[in-house]
């Protein structure tokens, strides 16, 4: 009786959990001891690994195969999780690791997306222009030695060796013997997936020799070529893999260039054992560090960034004092401290008022709409290039010695200039502003 009772409990459950997840849409793949698998997962994960233009039945089969390695690692997951293998150590440390991988492949992949796409003409002069990697390549089987060290005797040796007939074997035992570590491996690939320089050597080998090679001063090779046939790739086939090839060059080029500059502009330090550098008697492995050169010419470039920034706003405060005394007919300036007259000197009741001719407020009005785009376009290009506070002191500088600036249009002199004086001093105190719209323009590429 109570097994009986057991077995509909389970399959009410299972009911319930088919029922949540019709209510809802779709959206729940599986279930796992009550927790969910949604379709959004299963999805996410089709669409990074799916195999492309593939039939509705092998991407059901994928999705399918997605879903059975979730669920499979949800029980391990649910596993640990009892066994209290999530309060460890090296739980905390990896998931700040897995964190870390995450956000970076994230931020690869964005860098990535800003690469333009690959036309099929641009596709079709790369294959023309590079023959042997689409109809004459090749595909090639051969042994690869590598050798973590360049000892030029060693190398002289083995290559007499070689050059008197020794096979492969025989130069790996001469290896084990002076105990040089080394690590061989089986390649099988076409040739255009061979580094250039190793393909040139391959090419001139003889079948079951081994050569001997120099990579620079990072390390050595043995390689022997096994076999070399023909596999041209002509038609389509080629267009789509020059397009494969030259997009994942251009993402590679784009993620390259944006990892330099966020290392340029980064403040890195190293301590303990990794705070060493090279001394001339061992060499280190590199560390990333930024450029030096191009970091102080990145400090630079913002110094001048900012000066744009305070210029331009030393030139929109000048244009606004001398607007406001065209259009004012008298003397108006900005002040950083309280005026210390008492009382302005009362118009005479048979003075007209002064009012500006139509096409000088016009003038002025599209000067000034020039203006604020100008400084707008400036604050919108230069708001990611500077940090905020330089932003901040940049335009409040700029603010300052532009009131400062204008108390010179109120001196005496000044002051009995022409009218016409004053409608040429606005294009003036205009231009700053348009000569750092056109450096933007011209060193930053925008």
Not at 34 to 48: A, D, F, K, M
Not at 52 to 78: G, H, K, T
Not at 185 to 191: G, I, N, Q
Not at 268 to 283: L, M
Request: a positive charge; hydrophobic letters at 45%.
């Amino acid at each position: 009786m109570l097994l009986s009772l057991f077995t509909v409990f389970l399959t009410l459950s299972g009911c319930s959990h088919q029922e949540d997840g019709q209510k809802n849409g779709g959206e729940v793949a599986a279930v796992v001891n009550g927790v969910e698998i949604t379709q959004h997962e299963v999805n996410y994960l089709s669409h990074r690994s799916a195999a492309p233009n593939a039939s509705p039945e092998v991407a059901q089969n994928q999705r399918r195969a997605i879903l059975a390695d979730l669920v499979r690692s949800e029980l391990l997951a649910q596993k640990a999780h009892a066994m209290k293998l999530d309060k460890t150590p090296d739980f905390t440390l990896a998931m700040y690791e897995a964190r870390r991988k995450v956000l970076a492949g994230l931020a690869q992949q964005e860098l990535a997306s800003q690469v333009s796409p690959v036309t099929p003409e641009v596709a079709r002069k790369i294959v023309a222009n590079n023959p042997r990697l689409f109809a004459k390549r090749k595909f090639l089987v051969y042994d690869e030695v590598l050798i973590p060290i360049v000892d030029e005797p060693l190398l002289k040796a083995l290559t007499e060796k070689a050059d008197n007939g020794a096979s492969l074997n025989q130069l790996l035992d001469e290896l084990n013997a002076k105990k040089v570590r080394f690590r061989r491996a089986k390649r099988a690939v076409a040739s255009n997936q061979i580094q250039p320089a190793i393909l040139k050597v391959l090419s001139k080998a003889k079948q079951g020799k081994p050569l001997v090679v120099r990579v620079g001063d990072k390390f050595s090779m043995l390689l022997m070529l096994d076999t070399i046939a023909p596999v041209p790739l002509v038609g389509d086939a080629a267009t789509r893999s020059a397009q494969m090839m030259l997009m994942a060059q251009r993402r590679n080029a784009a993620i390259s260039k944006g990892m330099a500059t966020m290392l340029n502009s980064a403040k890195i330090s190293y301590f303990g054992e990794y705070a060493e550098k090279y001394d001339g008697k061992r060499k280190l492995s590199a560390l990333p560090t930024p450029d030096k050169r191009v970091a102080t010419k990145s400090v630079y470039r913002k110094f001048v960034f900012g000066g744009i920034i305070s210029v331009s706003f030393i030139s929109a405060m000048m244009f606004l004092t001398a607007s406001m005394q065209i259009l004012l007919g008298e003397p108006w300036l900005p002040r950083l401290w309280p005026d210390s007259k008492k009382g302005d000197e009362e118009r005479s009741p048979y003075e007209e008022p002064y009012s500006a001719y139509l096409f000088e407020k016009l003038y002025v009005f599209l000067i000034g709409l020039a203006v604020i785009a100008g400084l707008v376009f400036e604050l919108l290009t230069f708001w990611p290039l500077l940090p905020v506070w330089g932003s901040i002191v940049a335009v409040v500088s700029g603010v300052l010695l532009g009131t400062l600036s204008s108390q010179i249009l109120g001196m005496d002199k000044v002051q009995n200039w022409s009218q016409k004086a004053h409608l040429l001093l606005v294009a003036v105190f205009a231009m700053p502003i348009a000569f750092g719209v056109i450096a933007i323009l011209r060193y930053i590429h925008l």
